[in-house]
C-alpha cells in the first residue's frame, strides 16, 4: 500500500519542505490508516503490531544492525537507496558498509533486547517520517533522518524551531497517535472509571493521593494494553485529555 493513499503530501502546504500539518491532522490520518488496517484498533486496545503495518502496508524493509559503536543512533530511514555505515558486533565492532534500498528503516539491534516499548515507538516514528517527510527528505538534501538515542521527545509546540525540529514534532505526533489511537483511549478511560467506580472529575483530582493511585495505575493498563512506556501514555492523556499528571 503506497502511503499516499492515506496522506496526499503534494496537497499541503509547505515551510522550507516540511508539510504543515497540525496535531488533529496527524490524529486524523493515524486513525485513517488504524480503520484501513485493523478497524478494531479503533475501539478496543490492540497493541499495534507496527513491524507487519510498515512491512506489509507500506512496503518498507526493517534492518536490524549496529548503527554506531555506542549505540547512539536507534533508527534511520532510507529515503534514497545508498550506502550506510554499520559495524559488526561478531568482529568487535569494525566498521562495514551495507548497501541499502529506499524504504529501508534501520535500526540500531540494541533494541531487539528488552527494549520492546523504546522499539515500538522508534518504529512508529520512522513510520511517520516515511508518510510525512518524503519531499523533505527524499529531494532535498537533507537525506537521513536518524533517531538518536539521547534524543529529545517533542511534545510541546513551544521547543520547536528548525525544519528538522518540526519534521521530529511531527514524527513523534504520529507515533503516539497511531500506538495509542484516539478513540481507543477515550474507551479505555471510560472502562476505567466504571471499573472503578470512579468520575473524571474525581480522577484527575491530583490534590487527593488516592487520585493520584488511581491514575498511576490507570497509565499502567494504557501502556501494558498498548504496548508502550508509561511516559507516552502520560504525555498521551495530557495532549488528549489535557492531564498535567506530575512525574
Ligand atoms: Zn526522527
Known amino acids: 500500500m503506497e502511503s499516499q493513499v492515506f496522506f496526499n503530501e503534494s496537497a499541503y502546504s509547505h515551510i522550507n519542505g516540511v508539510p504543515v500539518l497540525c496535531r488533529y491532522q496527524i490524529e486524523e490520518l493515524s486513525e485513517r490508516i488504524i480503520k484501513h488496517v485493523i478497524p478494531d484498533a479503533l475501539s478496543i486496545p490492540i497493541p499495534c503490531d507496527i513491524e507487519n ?8 524493509t526493517l534492518d536490524y544492525q549496529n548503527l554506531q559503536p555506542d549505540g547512539a543512533i536507534l533508527g534511520e530511514t532510507v529515503f534514497k537507496k545508498g550506502v550506510r555505515d554499520i559495524y559488526r558486533v561478531e568482529e568487535t565492532l569494525k566498521q562495514d558498509q551495507i548497501l541499502v534500498r529506499e524504504g529501508t528503516v534501520l535500526v540500531d539491534d540494541s533494541l531487539s533486547n528488552n527494549m520492546e516499548t523504546r522499539l515500538r515507538f522508534t518504529l512508529a516514528h520512522e513510520l511517520g517520517h516515511w508518510i510525512l517527510h518524503q519531499r523533505f527528505y527524499g529531494t532535498t538534501e537533507n537525506r537521513a533522518c536518524r533517531s538518536y538515542r539521547r534524543q ?27 500506538l495509542v489511537p484516539r478513540p481507543a483511549l477515550r474507551q479505555s478511560l471510560r472502562t476505567f472509571l466504571a471499573q472503578n467506580g470512579l468520575s473524571w472529575p474525581k480522577l484527575s483530582d491530583f490534590s487527593d493521593n488516592k487520585n493520584r493511585e488511581n491514575y498511576n495505575d490507570f497509565l499502567k493498563i494504557i501502556a501494558k494494553e498498548y504496548g508502550v512506556s508509561k511516559e507516552t501514555a502520560r504525555i498521551r492523556m495530557n495532549k488528549l485529555c489535557g492531564i498535567h499528571f506530575p512525574n
Open 152 to 178: 529529545h521527545i517533542y511534545t510541546s509546540h513551544h521547543q520547536v524551531k528548525s525544519p528538522v525540529e518540526w519534521t521530529e514534532w511531527q514524527a513523534d505526533t504520529f507515533a503516539s497517535a497511531i
Open 53 to 60: 503495518l510498515m512491512e506489509t502496508h507500506f512496503n518498507l
